[in-house]
């Protein structure tokens, strides 16, 4: 009896240094629904950049493209090419990136240039609410400020 009370109690010890699974599994889906995000964001530049436009659309979240509809069934596409894709935009590079808590959607900021000027972007990817996938919400960028 006293050894059933004894491998009782090692147990009891043994959980309480042990660290929960579920902890990191949450961190480790987290790191992963991160990378993925950030595959979406690396695509879309790489597509945009490179003016493959129609690829780019498809990159682009539902409800950003119906806020570009708004002003015209092309003004997406038109945005894309005369905003980013004509412009030489090239070497993204993260500076920083972040996963929201229920993990649906990630922010990332850093840098790009052109042959003459540095620009600072910042890019949210969200996870779409009906089919799940990782899809560009909101991409600002502008021209760095000249060091003093």
Known sequence: MIRLYALAAGLLLLTWFIPPADGADANEKKAAELKWAKGVATDFFDVAFTGKLEQAESLIDSSLQMAFAKDGETRLREWLN???????????????????????????????????????????VVKDKANGKW??????????????
Do not use: C, H, M, W
Request: hydrophobic letters at 35%; proline letters at 4%; charged letters at 35%.
């Open 82 to 124: 005369n905003s980013i894709a004509i412009r030489g935009f090239v070497d993204p590079v993260f500076q920083s990136e972040e996963i929201a808590p229920d993990q649906d959607e990630a922010f990332f900021k850093g840098t790009f240039k052109t042959k003459e000027k540095g620009f600072q972007f910042s890019l949210r």
């Open 135 to 148: 899809r560009i919400g909101y991409f600002q960028f502008r021209e760095q400020e000249e060091k003093k």
